[in-house]
């Protein structure tokens, strides 16, 4: 796949490619593309420095609220990218159906797994994991970062024909279940659930348009 570019970008992404970037947005990305392999606990700060080809010291310059306030502004960050996503994939349909706009969602993750593997998964889904019980203000962060995704989604479905008082909670149901099918890729290190979700959804997403 390449180093994605924000058009093509999803959660499954960090962000383009850091070329051109100050050493504050490259931390920023340095830190999802850790968070979706290792976690928010697993995620050192010296290691976002590193990766980031950061200056030592930029971190306490650019973020004086620590880990938190650069974990927060990458999980932000993905969500935003998330919900741009969604729009890049309705834009390039022809004849946009929900199920069409699902599956071509999935695909970014199919096409990531299958040409880079299945060691990154979603930096929301990770920080979920680690901060859901630990942390209030992150538990906040990672919320409002999936309802950035969440959001657009839901507008994208009622483009396709799905009456504007569904869309919200089917929107739910599709994060739900690409974000399941994303863990069980991982683990069992094959795209099968992928495509598993998008097959049995597709009737009822057909089903789905007023």
């Known amino acids: 796949m390449g180093e994605p570019s924000a058009d093509d970008a999803g959660p499954a992404d960090a962000g383009p490619a850091d070329a051109g970037l100050g050493p504050r947005e490259r931390m920023v990305r340095a830190a999802a593309r ?41 999980l932000l960050g993905m969500g935003d990218l998330a919900g741009r996503a969604v729009a ?39 920080a979920a994991a680690d901060t859901a019980a630990s942390s209030d203000r992150l538990r906040a962060v990672v919320a409002e970062a ?8 839901a507008a994208a479905l009622v483009v396709t024909g799905v009456e504007a008082e569904r869309a919200p909670a089917l929107a739910t149901v599709l994060i739900a279940a690409l974000e399941g099918a994303i863990v069980l890729a991982r683990v069992r290190r094959q795209v099968a659930p992928l495509d598993a979700v998008v097959g049995e959804l597709t009737p009822l997403l057909d089903a789905a348009v007023g």
């Open 146 to 153: 999936f309802a950035a995704w969440e959001e657009p989604l």
């Open 34 to 74: 850790l968070i979706r392999s290792q976690g928010v606990s697993g995620t050192g700060m010296r290691a976002v420095v590193a990766a980031a080809d950061a200056p030592r010291g930029s971190l306490q310059h650019y973020f004086p609220g620590g880990k938190d306030q650069l974990v927060s502004e990458a």
């Open 88 to 126: 890049r994939v309705l834009e390039r349909l022809v004849s946009p159906t929900p199920a069409d706009l699902f599956a071509g969602i999935v695909d970014r993750w199919r096409q990531e797994f299958l040409t880079r593997g299945f060691d990154a998964g979603c930096p929301l889904v990770a």
